[in-house]
């Protein structure tokens, strides 16, 4: 996603690096390393099928490089120069018409060599006897940067993908800690209304009250609200889970309760204070009146507009929060640490991350195929003989072009870091390639030359007191809560998760609109009864046997 905003946000102003890429040209300093079998070049090179999810964002990229295509670019010709893999695509499709074709072919088997599933697919393709075992393939073939690289969010994405003992696909793995959320405030707004940061959820209240009420904007009208939010309270920018941190709520994830046993945070007690407190800025006009029927690119045009004073996101919704400075140059974001009603340190949830895993159509020849590219993708970004301006490249995100994109789960958090030590030391050989691109893009920015302004986000997620020198205090000081269940779906989840996620999340708008609160004492009685006491058992069934298998 951070990726995807620069992309968007330099994409215009950028004309001085990769203008034009050569078509065809050679591949350079292959990491083929003789009698490893991470890159063994197939000899005749083999045909590899995949089906590939488009976007307004990859047709962007395409049309700014020449002489590339989806099927024919830098990735592409590595993967059949270096490995002698060709890629092709069945089909490709955007948005909701790829999940309806992706869902139908997994329906009826017809599935290409490779495909991207999530977890429950994934255990549905398993069931049918549909893919194939990975255990061994990846085993013998992945290399040590592969290993270690998706060894970093530690068991959980290889348990949720191991069924019944084997391992039926490889997980491309995603970052927790750096999906921690942060709560983002116009500093000009708090500086106008001689308001300071908030430490406790009573002083983000008293904010937000006034970012509605005191004509923050100086324009006379009452067209202002104190925080943002979409209809997906769950959103990694303008969601409200993390608001409802702050009561010791976490409505998204897994947790342990004081017995020791896995409870499922969306029934907790503490999340119907949470709605209380939500439901009552509601009403108070602090939200948005029509929040419930907007997504986030609707809910952006509010902060564009400059009508937003707050919202809670990630790292990189200083990109999307930029926005507002195209129409005011004097608007000014700052990210803080989330913030508890007891004015504790507040506990920043983090639900599971890793979703995507690859797995091969039963009966293919090379299964360890895929494996051969993830290596590859790693190696020529962040391996012995990367080539990071070609193969990643963060003026244009040509990392896109390749069928598979794994990477460091830290990688921007160590780049922060990175930075931060060369700031200190005056040495710069202590950031590696990523650090260094991003350290040039701040420096553009605070010299005045970035006309763009695309270095202000930069600045304001990277910088000393950016979002990450929070994320960086987060871990520090022992804030983050990891969710406790990262096994494969159970049984009762495939079969009734998504009605019980529709039950909760009806509920929960409904009271934030304004209906009783004692309708969430209802809610979590239909949970158990509609599935959830099942789920519940089976959750901690599995969490008994991984605990015994530590000892």
Known sequence: MLTAFMFLSTLAACDEENAANPPKEKVSNPPVISGDPSFSRYDPPIELSFVRETGEGLDSLINSLPGETLEDNRWTRLDEEALGIK?????????????????????????????????????????????????????????????RVLSEEGDGPFETATIDGKLMGIPQTSSSIEDADLLWIRTDWLNRLGLKPPTTMQELLTIS?????????????????????????????????????????????????QQGKLVYGGIQPEVKTALKVIQDMYRQGQIDPEFALKDGEKANKLIASGKIGMIYGEQWASFLVQTSRDSNPNADWQAYPIVSATGDAAKVPLKFNTNTYFVVKKGYEHPEAIVKLFNLHLE??????????????????????????????????????????????????LMKDEAKYIKKRMDTYLSGKDSGESGWGWLKTYGPTGAFSIIDQYEKNDQLLYESFVGAPTDTMIDKQQILSDLRNETYFNIILGRPINEFDRFVDNWYKMGGDKITDEVNQWYAKRESGKQ
């Open 380 to 429: 020529k970004n962040w391996g012995q003989t990367a080539e990071y301006e070609k193969y990643y490249n963060t003026t244009y995100a040509v990392w896109q072009l390749s069928p598979v994109t794994p990477s460091p789960t830290r990688k921007n958090l160590e780049a922060f870091r990175q930075i931060e030590a060369a700031n200190r030391s005056g040495n710069s050989n």
């Open 87 to 147: 890629i092709k695509y069945d089909w490709t499709a955007k948005g909701d018409l790829y999940r309806q074709k992706l869902g139908a072919s997994i329906a009826s088997g017809n599935i290409p060599d490779v495909v991207a599933v999530d977890a429950q697919q994934l255990r549905e393709l398993s069931n049918a006897g549909l893919i194939e075992d990975l255990t061994d393939v990846y085993e013998q073939y992945a290399s040590s940067l592969t290993k």
């Open 209 to 257: 009250k006034a970012f509605t009420e005191d004509d923050p904007d100086h324009n006379g009208k009452d067209d202002t609200f104190g925080i943002a939010a979409t209809k997906y309270l769950g959103d990694p920018v303008m969601g409200l889970v993390d608001l409802m941190a702050g009561y010791d709520a976490f409505p998204n994830i897994w947790i342990k309760n």
